[in-house]
């Protein structure tokens, strides 16, 4: 055989959280907890979709899931703004997770712990939604962790990267040099795996159309032209990121779900 003797090395899953919660330790800074954005953009670019979750779902008096939550930006933001009920952030990193006990420290219902989101430690609906922003692309299978976070809680809240974005297509080259899993995923993929664990209702709202490189003095200009192309029926498909929004009920369940109007 024409490889016969040599090592032919494929990373596992194991490998791949590995190398992947390396990177995000390394990449902590003791700083973000004073200033949460390292850039403009960069705070456009998570508020714009932290709006867009909160428009379209209503968290009030929820148990809540944020699985792969960083350093907590979600929760500080989620609870300044909504009355939760509990709220619990899971992460691999260690780091991340220190930081956003110390963000979180003075708001009640809000608890963080290190875990991995193909594995957590709950019983099957322990929570009525779980949020995933922009963490199930650095997963080495993602329809392992769909599957398992949707046996932890009744609803799911997904942000991700859209494929279809031809920017984003263009900076995964260069992020793929720093982490292994980076990557993006088209609609239907993501959709067909979340009917297919049982979900009723699936809809997706699409946001993020201005990329990292524009100047900082463009942003508040560009960011007003935003509301259009969200609804533009060929454009909105282009968008940086996919909102995905998966309900479903359970018999015998008196949970009454909101979904927000825009």
């Not at 709220?87 to 997770?97: E, F, N, Q, T």
């Not at 809000?110 to 009525?128: H, I, M």
């Not at 993929?189 to 709202?205: C, E, F, H, M, T």
Request: charged fraction near 30%; charge should be positive.
């Amino acid at each position: 055989m024409k490889n016969a003797g040599k090592d032919i090395s494929i990373p596992s899953s194991e490998n791949i959280k590995i190398q992947e919660k390396t990177f995000w330790d390394m990449n902590v800074e003791p700083g973000e907890l004073r200033k949460p954005y390292r850039s403009p953009w960069e705070q456009y670019h998570w508020e714009k979709i932290f709006e867009t979750v909160t428009r379209n779902y209503d968290f009030r008096d929820r148990n809540i899931l944020v699985a792969g939550c960083g350093t907590g930006i979600f929760e500080e933001w989620l609870a300044k703004r909504v009355l939760i009920r509990e709220m619990v952030g899971m992460d691999l990193s260690v780091k991340m997770i220190d930081l956003a006990r110390r963000r979180c420290n003075a708001i009640d219902n809000v608890q963080f712990l290190v875990a991995d989101l193909d594995a957590t430690p709950f019983p099957d609906r322990r929570f009525d939604v779980c949020v995933v922003i922009d963490a199930l692309h650095h997963l080495p299978d993602e329809f392992r962790t769909l599957k398992e976070l949707s046996r932890v809680s009744t609803d799911l809240v997904l942000s991700e990267p859209n494929a279809l974005n031809p920017i984003r297509r263009l900076n995964e080259r260069k992020f793929q040099k720093e982490m292994v899993t980076e990557r993006s995923f088209y609609k239907p993929r993501i959709v067909d795996a979340l009917k297919g664990l049982g979900y009723d209702r699936v809809v997706v709202r699409n946001c993020h159309f201005i990329p990292s490189f524009m100047p900082t003095v463009l942003l508040s200009l560009l960011q007003r032209c935003e509301s259009f192309l969200e609804r533009a029926p060929i454009l909105k498909e282009f968008s940086g990121s996919l909102n995905i929004f998966a309900y479903r009920t359970f018999p015998n369940s008196n949970t009454i779900r909101l979904q927000r109007s825009e």
